[in-house]
């Protein structure tokens, strides 16, 4: 299979990575890790997983076809360079151009800036005829300088935020301040591995940040409410981005009026502005969960958001689900978000 690289969000240690892998393996395509370092995971995989990655993924950056990696530093990076098959990608006339991005603390005494200089005079040298265009080249080689390696390529594609950010909370119609991000629901409803067709179920829709992330990359979308306020708002956003839905209405979690789903993707109510009608937060989150996993089949998952002071496991432990994965979001002093996925088994 091809060498490939990833430059992933630096927003969350963990997410990034967790996202990549549930997002190949839901499409059921092939891959094998070759190596993670800060905020780049180098694969093989094939060219099916470029397009799954770049229609999908919240917390990727820019997809490489990767033509070498080596030690972070000048003198391996020209012989890395020359050595390197650059001819298969670039031909006699071609334009092109080299963008660095640096992960951390500066490498190897240059700057990005600088070693886009170096980097683009050895590719000069070695492909006669080339010419250096910054403004609209015909190709773009990307390097990065992480953990002290450098890694580079081709690049591929670019995941932009701009749609994120057009989804964010307060461009949505209707606003509620424990509306999540945009980014954050995307990648919960990519770690339970959905595909398109899938019937995602949310029983605490609130402002409907996940079944719009749910719907948009191909999802059937369901969503229950206990709050009718809630519904009514969760029925204008989907509205807004164009999202159709399965069923939207008033509903207990202890008494859902939905038999299966495909995957199960939520965030219960908790914290200061969000109402959980005089319940305990782990009380709504037992009864949730030893009502979901009815409607689940063997083998198929449950993402949830929930403090940590929850004790997530535990209680998917005594309701009979298998814990597969966490990650620890910090959100400020008096909350961390456990963003957990469970299997039943």
Same mark, same amino acid.
């Given at each position: 299979?091809?060498?490939?690289?990833?430059?992933?969000?630096?927003?969350?240690?963990? %997410?990034?990575? =967790? /996202? &990549?892998?549930?997002?190949?393996?839901? !499409?059921?395509? #092939?891959?094998? +890790?070759?190596?993670?370092?800060?905020?780049?995971?180098?694969?093989?995989?094939?060219?099916?997983?470029?397009?799954?990655?770049?229609?999908?993924?919240?917390?990727?950056?820019?997809?490489?076809?990767?033509?070498?990696?080596?030690?972070?530093?000048?003198?391996?990076?020209?012989?890395?360079?020359?050595?390197?098959?650059?001819?298969?990608?670039?031909?006699?006339?071609?334009?092109?151009?080299?963008?660095?991005?640096?992960?951390?603390?500066?490498?190897?005494?240059?700057?990005?800036?600088?070693?886009?200089?170096?980097?683009?005079?050895?590719?000069?040298?070695?492909?006669?005829?080339?010419?250096?265009?910054?403004?609209?080249?015909?190709?773009?080689?990307?390097?990065?300088?992480?953990?002290?390696?450098?890694?580079?390529? %081709?690049?591929? =594609? /670019? &995941?932009?935020?701009?749609?994120?950010? !057009?989804?964010? #909370?307060?461009? +949505?119609?209707?606003?509620?301040?424990?509306?999540?991000?945009?980014?954050?629901?995307?990648?919960?409803?990519?770690?339970?591995?959905?595909?398109?067709?899938?019937?995602?179920?949310?029983?605490?829709?609130?402002?409907?940040?996940?079944?719009?992330?749910?719907?948009?990359?191909?999802?059937?979308?369901?969503?229950?409410?206990?709050?009718?306020?809630?519904?009514?708002?969760?029925?204008?956003?989907?509205?807004?981005?164009?999202?159709?839905?399965?069923?939207?209405?008033?509903?207990?979690?202890?008494?859902?009026?939905?038999?299966?789903?495909?995957?199960?993707?939520?965030?219960?109510?908790?914290?200061?502005?969000?109402?959980?009608?005089?319940?305990?937060?782990?009380?709504?989150?037992?009864?949730?969960?030893?009502?979901?996993?009815?409607?689940?089949?063997?083998?198929?998952?449950?993402?949830?958001?929930?403090?940590?002071?929850?004790?997530?496991?535990?209680?998917?432990?005594?309701?009979?689900?298998?814990?597969?994965?966490?990650?620890?979001?910090?959100?400020?002093?008096?909350?961390?978000?456990?963003?957990?996925?469970?299997?039943?088994?």
């Amino acid at each position: 299979m091809p060498q490939y690289f990833l430059l992933l969000s630096g927003e969350h240690p963990s %997410l990034p990575f =967790a /996202e &990549v892998e549930a997002i190949l393996e839901a !499409e059921k395509i #092939p891959y094998r +890790k070759r190596q993670k370092t800060r905020q780049v995971l180098r694969l093989n995989t094939t060219a099916t997983a470029i397009e799954a990655l770049k229609t999908r993924s919240a917390f990727t950056r820019v997809l490489c076809q990767e033509l070498f990696c080596c030690k972070a530093s000048t003198g391996e990076i020209t012989n890395s360079i020359r050595s390197a098959p650059l001819e298969q990608f670039l031909s006699s006339g071609d334009s092109f151009a080299v963008r660095v991005r640096r992960i951390g603390k500066r490498t190897g005494g240059f700057t990005s800036v600088g070693l886009e200089k170096v980097v683009g005079g050895a590719i000069l040298d070695k492909v006669k005829r080339t010419k250096v265009n910054l403004s609209s080249p015909e190709k773009v080689f990307f390097g990065t300088i992480t953990s002290g390696y450098f890694v580079f390529g %081709l690049k591929l =594609a /670019e &995941v932009s935020p701009t749609p994120f950010r !057009e989804r964010r #909370p307060r461009k +949505k119609p209707f606003f509620h301040p424990s509306a999540m991000r945009a980014k954050l629901a995307r990648c919960m409803v990519n770690l339970v591995k959905p595909i398109a067709g899938d019937l995602l179920l949310d029983p605490f829709c609130g402002t409907g940040s996940l079944l719009i992330e749910g719907g948009l990359i191909g999802c059937r979308v369901v969503g229950f409410d206990a709050d009718k306020r809630m519904v009514k708002g969760s029925m204008r956003n989907l509205k807004f981005f164009n999202v159709e839905c399965d069923g939207l209405a008033v509903a207990d979690v202890k008494n859902l009026p939905i038999s299966k789903a495909n995957c199960i993707v939520t965030d219960p109510p908790y914290g200061r502005s969000a109402s959980t009608m005089g319940y305990e937060t782990k009380e709504i989150i037992h009864d949730f969960l030893k009502t979901a996993i009815q409607s689940l089949d063997k083998g198929q998952s449950i993402c949830l958001a929930a403090p940590i002071t929850s004790n997530i496991k535990l209680i998917a432990q005594k309701v009979g689900l298998t814990h597969v994965q966490s990650h620890l979001l910090y959100v400020h002093r008096s909350l961390t978000r456990e963003i957990t996925v469970l299997e039943k088994s």
